[in-house]
């Protein structure tokens, strides 16, 4: 009987769905990360006009994501095209279990423009691999007869067409000079004279305290959302859909544009009167456990909002700016430190991908080829500074900048780490991963792969650096203060590995150059030991 309930239910959704696309002349395809409410696209209604947004495997399974991740993406999808449908737009929302007949993306559209629909338009992705395949997708459908068009996203301070005025192939680019000009053309944090507000462009200098024992007991606890995603756990289930990480029924990332504001909000009122000071600071408290306050600090956490579009970074650099100007307690130092990372290196990192991609993908300067160690994928390191990092991002899919680049992204740099495995790694643990901000990010910045393109040097750190910014060590198996003996920290001596190593590529460095006049002082038996030590944990990286 429920058999037949169930068949008679999903015949008439099918025939629902049919007489939808049957009535339609145009058909919009919205893609996961472009919940973007304030698009022209929704201005107006049309009713010749099906927008289709859908859940789709090739997108389930080109990497294995976080579980927290495709929940996220799918709640958020089902969220923006109930909004749509409330607003009036003609939508179809589809699930895995009605698009599972589909190999693929252009498969999908090509059955569903099979009815009446005379002219399908898309958003520019913001993905290589997307827009390559709809670029495709549509000459083919031009040869049928059918118009397309291509629109931009709307979301980027710079469109999409004017990427290859600021940014050159395979040339290096520094980001300071990209954000003047980005604060110039915008017209912020800048007086009548273009010249930056409070004299200087940078405030990073301020930006690097660590986390006192007093300081962590005053870090306001995250701001979390509650939703029930068990329907989606059930369809990934039902749809064998490999997942990484922890994700329960209930999700904690937001959803819609108004929880993308509470967020911000919460953030603008409790956490960027700090943000700056402690923006590279990290903490586990001697906890062995991830607690509710280390996970995110005095983070935004805006990132999964704003890389699907349900909040745009216009948006959230104006709130920060009238929250700078109406309260005391928000210094330059800390407005600016945030208006950087999104107006300065969101945009960049874009715009280093697109004028590289593709040939991006497979840079491996340093010919790194080594394994990922099998703890990447549950954490089980004696190493703590790791072991709290990789827990972190897999219990809450969230790890900050400095355990991205200078815990994990370190440890792969000093390593040898493969390019290709470091970017599965990172495109599938973060619930903010999208390839075009992933990849330059860790290939570039982290990893050093394109060669200094993005980075104007190697981030490679020993044991030191962790132990200014965290207080990782203290409850760490090994010794932060030891480069050679039995439980030495393995990043002492794999940095002076690493840096002998490159030595050709980075001692000219002018940035690096006080590094080689230390190793250079130290005696040569003393050199040879820590390589020694270096090339005994590079052989059994798996069990460190
Ligand atoms: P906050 O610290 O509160 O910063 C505010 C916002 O600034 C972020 O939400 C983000 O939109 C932007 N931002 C800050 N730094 C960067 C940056 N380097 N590049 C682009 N935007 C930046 N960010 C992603 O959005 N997706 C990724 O897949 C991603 N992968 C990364 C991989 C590595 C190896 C590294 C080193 C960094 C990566 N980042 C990525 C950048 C950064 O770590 C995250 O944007 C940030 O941690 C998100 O948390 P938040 O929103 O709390 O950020
Ligand atoms: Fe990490 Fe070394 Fe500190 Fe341990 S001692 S937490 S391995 S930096």
Redesign the pocket.
């Known amino acids: 009987m429920i058999g037949i309930t169930l068949f008679i239910v999903r015949s008439a959704a099918k025939t629902r769905r049919e007489n939808m696309i049957n009535h339609s002349k145009k058909l919009r395809l919205i893609l996961g990360d472009q919940l973007n409410a304030t698009h022209p696209w929704f201005k107006e209604v049309d009713d010749n006009c099906l927008y289709v947004i859908a859940e789709l495997h090739q997108e389930t399974s080109y990497v294995t994501h976080h579980q927290q991740k495709i929940q996220a993406f799918f709640a958020a999808m089902a969220a923006f095209a109930n909004v749509l449908k409330e607003a009036g737009h003609r939508v179809l929302h589809l699930t895995l279990d009605e698009t599972k007949q589909y190999k693929d993306l252009p498969d999908m559209l090509t059955n569903l423009l099979e009815n009446n629909v005379q002219h399908f338009e898309y958003q520019q992705p913001d993905e290589y691999r997307l827009s390559q395949q709809l670029t495709l997708f549509c000459e083919k459908i031009t040869s049928k007869n059918m118009s397309f068009s291509c629109v931009d996203s709307h979301h980027f301070f710079l469109p999409h067409h004017e990427l290859t005025e600021h940014f050159k192939v395979d040339t290096s680019h520094r980001m300071e000079f990209f954000y003047r000009y980005m604060r110039k053309r915008f017209n912020v944090l800048v007086d009548d004279d273009n010249k930056p507000e409070g004299g200087k462009w940078n405030y990073d200098q301020q930006n690097r305290n660590k986390l006192k024992k007093k300081d962590i007991a005053s870090i306001p606890a995250p701001l979390v959302f509650s939703h029930n995603v068990s329907e989606i756990n059930d369809r990934l289930a039902r749809h064998q859909v490999k997942t990484i990480g922890q994700g329960d029924s209930t999700l904690l990332w937001p959803i819609n544009r108004q929880e993308s504001l509470q967020l911000l909000d919460f953030f603008c009122r409790y956490l960027l009167p700090s943000f700056g000071t402690f923006q590279d600071a990290m903490t586990c408290n001697g906890d062995d456990v991830v607690t509710q306050k280390q996970w995110s600090l005095y983070h935004s956490r805006v990132s999964f909002s704003l890389n699907s579009k349900m909040l745009s970074p216009t948006l959230v650099v104006d709130t920060v700016l009238k929250h700078y100007q109406c309260n005391d307690a928000i210094s330059i130092a800390q407005a600016e430190g945030f208006i950087r990372q999104i107006l300065g290196w969101r945009e960049f990192i874009r715009g280093m991908y697109w004028i590289n991609m593709p040939q991006y993908q497979n840079k491996n300067s340093l010919k790194a080829k080594n394994n990922l160690p099998s703890w990447f994928w549950n954490g089980d390191t ?7 990092a990789i827990n972190q991002s897999l219990q809450y899919s969230y790890a900050h900048h400095i355990q991205r680049l200078m ?1 994990t992204g370190n440890f792969c740099l000093l390593t040898g780490i493969e390019p290709a495995q470091v970017d599965q790694w990172y495109l599938g643990i973060y619930v903010d991963a999208i390839e075009w901000v992933e990849l330059p990010n860790t290939r570039g910045m982290s990893q050093f792969a394109d060669g200094g393109l993005i980075a104007s040097k190697a981030y490679a750190a ?6 200014k910014m ?1 207080d ?9 203060k030891e480069k050679t003996s039995e439980n030495a ?4 001596s794999l940095y002076w590995h690493f840096m002998d190593k490159h030595s050709e590529l980075f001692e000219s460095n002018p940035r690096q150059a006080m590094v080689y006049r230390n190793w250079r002082k130290q005696t040569e038996e003393q050199r040879q030991a820590t390589l020694a030590k270096a090339q005994d944990y590079l052989r059994n990286l798996d069990t ?1």
């Open positions: 004696k190493m703590n500074c790791l072991h709290h815990i020993s044991g030191n650096y962790v132990n965290s990782y060590c203290q409850s760490c198996h090994y010794n932060v920290c393995p990043l002492n460190l």
